[in-house]
């Protein structure tokens, strides 16, 4: 992540996962993205979230403004 680029996303399956289960980590640098505005997006494209967790991550020897905040749903 940069500030060019302050966000990506990572869809993925964990082993043993059903096939209709699916896991999207988005990453998004120097500020969260509300769940409000998340959720809504994802159940337009056909997805249902049951499960969201939301870390904070500081860099070693970052600063404030190089947090990374994961958003982890499945």
Same mark, same amino acid.
């Given at each position: 992540? %940069?500030?060019?680029? $302050?966000?990506?996303?990572? !869809?993925?399956? #964990?082993?043993?996962?059903?096939? +209709?289960?699916?896991? =999207?980590?988005?990453?998004?640098?120097?500020?969260?993205?509300?769940l %409000?505005?998340?959720v $809504?997006?994802?159940?337009? !494209?056909?997805? #249902?979230?049951?499960?969201?967790? +939301?870390?904070?991550? =500081?860099?070693?020897?970052?600063?404030?403004?190089?947090?990374?905040?994961?958003?982890?749903?499945?």
């Amino acid at each position: 992540l %940069s500030a060019d680029r $302050p966000r990506a996303v990572a !869809l993925h399956r #964990r082993e043993g996962d059903s096939a +209709t289960r699916v896991n =999207l980590k988005v990453f998004s640098r120097g500020t969260a993205l509300p769940l %409000s505005e998340r959720v $809504p997006l994802l159940e337009n !494209l056909g997805f #249902r979230v049951v499960n969201e967790r +939301t870390y904070r991550v =500081l860099p070693a020897g970052g600063s404030e403004a190089d947090r990374i905040w994961l958003h982890d749903m499945a």
